[in-house]
T-cell receptor, first 109, second 112 residues
């Protein structure tokens, strides 16, 4: 079983739509959670950390559900520039990070 | 601005060749990582290092070795390249613990 699982998509949405991605993780002892964004042929970059209380950064909201072991990312008012692959990342508190295979988002005009 | 650089963006090698991939970071990070990224499999950890001369195996270390002689530099070595090592190789660095990882631009290695 993979440590981190994501729906690969692609999610094809029109500009202005709201879209949500989920990610599940297998290790209940995992400590830290992140969403990274990866543009085509580029390196991953941190989008946001995910806190137990949930957190918001502009149009992006991340939630953590420890009981069900999933993390979500909500994007409101999608822009063309949001088109990318979104990677869910889980840290086991021993310097090791586990990456999901990514969810591809295409925002269409 | 944190900078992680990798020695090559594209590399083509022949089966059996010894291959060196270099990574340099300028943020005095203790931790450095080597991943490979393949379609549908995501990023998989090959090796990481938490200090000079210290290293730990990741999830897929077979066929690879690493070297960290200086804090800012972490090298990945393919002792005898094989076609199944054709992949995108990404280096990353971070402070210890749960901090953000910063990635280099990647090296796309093709082994023929």
């Amino acid at each position: 079983r993979k440590e981190v699982e994501q729906d690969p998509g692609p999610f094809n949405v029109p500009e202005g739509a709201t879209v949500a991605f989920n990610c599940t993780y297998s290790n209940s002892a995992s400590q830290s959670f992140f969403w990274y964004r990866q543009d085509c042929r580029k390196e991953p970059k941190l989008l946001m950390s995910v806190y137990s209380s949930g957190n918001e950064d502009g149009r992006f909201t991340a939630q953590l559900n420890r009981a069900s072991q999933y993390i979500s990312l909500l994007i409101r008012d999608s822009k063309l520039s949001d088109s990318a692959t979104y990677l869910c990342v889980v840290n086991d508190n021993f310097n090791k990070f586990y990456f999901g295979s990514g969810t591809k988002l295409n925002v269409k005009p | 601005d944190v900078k992680v650089t990798q020695s090559s963006r594209y590399l083509v090698k022949r089966t059996g060749e010894k291959v060196f991939l270099e990574c340099v970071q300028d943020m005095d990070h203790e931790n450095m990582f080597w991943y490979r990224q393949d379609p549908g499999l995501g990023l998989r950890l090959i090796y990481f290092s938490y200090d000079v001369k210290m290293k730990e195996k990741g999830d897929i270390p077979e066929g690879y070795s690493v070297s960290r002689e200086k804090k800012e530099r972490f090298s990945l070595i393919l002792e005898s390249a094989s076609t199944n090592q054709t992949s995108m190789y990404l280096c990353a660095s971070s402070f210890p613990g749960v901090y953000e990882q910063y990635f280099g631009p990647g090296t796309r290695l093709t082994v023929t």
